[in-house]
């Protein structure tokens, strides 16, 4: 009866990693470490705008540090996820949405590195609201091969 159960606990064990490894890439703590990093930066970032720091396009050449930090960040972090080895379709396809999460986030810092550059952040406008829901997809699926 205890060899019966035991060996009905090791193969649910071994079938449970198994399945994580084919629906899932295996987690990066480098890939982690950079996602969070630019999503930390971004939050940041939208806070100082909302809070009125960046009102005047004058504000942009004190700033081009913090997104080029940022968005050299999210290249490092795309890099990684899309080089990740897989072992499977379901884990290939979860690589990859990893991968495009991570470049709508950067699609959307570098869309309000331009508004900025052009016209400034006008606060409470929902200007920042699209990079803060994208950066957190990025981060959140990043966070999710953790729990794999």
């Known amino acids: 009866m205890v060899h ?8 649910s064990l071994a079938l449970t990693l198994t399945a994580c490894a084919v629906f899932a890439p295996p987690y990066d703590p480098v890939l982690d470490q950079k996602t969070t990093a630019a999503y930390e930066s ?31 960040g999210l290249a490092v972090a795309a890099v990684r996820a899309a080089s990740a080895p897989v072992a499977g379709k379901r884990a290939e396809q979860a690589r990859d949405m990893t991968v495009g999460f991570i470049k709508g986030c950067s699609a959307q ?3 309000l ?24 997809q990025a981060a959140k699926a990043v966070a999710a091969m953790k729990n794999n």
């Open 42 to 72: 971004v939050a940041k970032l939208a806070a100082q705008a909302e809070m009125g720091l960046y009102q005047d396009k004058t504000t942009y050449p004190a700033t081009v540090d913090t997104y080029a930090t940022i968005q050299g």
């Open 109 to 111: 810092v570098t869309g």
């Open 113 to 136: 590195a331009t508004l900025h550059q052009t016209f400034g952040v006008v606060p409470n406008t929902g200007a920042t609201q699209a990079m803060m829901v994208a950066c957190d």
């Open 4 to 11: 019966g159960i035991r060996t009905v606990w090791v193969a």
